[in-house]
């Protein structure tokens, strides 16, 4: 992975590498080497994973086909405080 400094700019080339680690999940990676997963709950958060991206799919193209409105509505819920 290469980022370029311009002009000098480190803190610019720094956000910009960040960002690149963030997005091919080296921190993630980190995260998940730092302790033992046992090969049953790799499984079971892997199957999690997988029903969580399967079921954002099935919503996004429900909200495509016009079944389910394109941003989720805010309820106003019970308003707590001192009269």
Same mark, same amino acid.
């Given at each position: ?17 960040? !960002? /690149? @680690?963030? +997005?091919?999940?080296?921190? $993630? *990676? ?7 997963? #046992? ?15 399967? !079921? /954002? @799919?099935? +919503?996004?193209?429900?909200? $495509? *086909? ?7 509505? #805010? ?9």
């Amino acid at each position: 992975m290469q980022v370029l400094v311009r002009d000098n700019n480190v803190d610019q080339a720094l956000r910009v590498l960040k !960002k /690149k @680690l963030q +997005r091919e999940g080296v921190f $993630r *990676e980190m995260k998940a080497r730092r302790a033992y997963e #046992k090969p049953s709950e790799a499984r079971a958060r892997q199957k999690k994973e997988a029903v969580r991206r399967m !079921k /954002k @799919l099935a +919503r996004k193209n429900a909200q $495509r *086909e016009g079944l389910l409105p394109s941003t989720p509505r #805010k309820t106003a819920g019970p308003r707590t405080g001192a009269r």
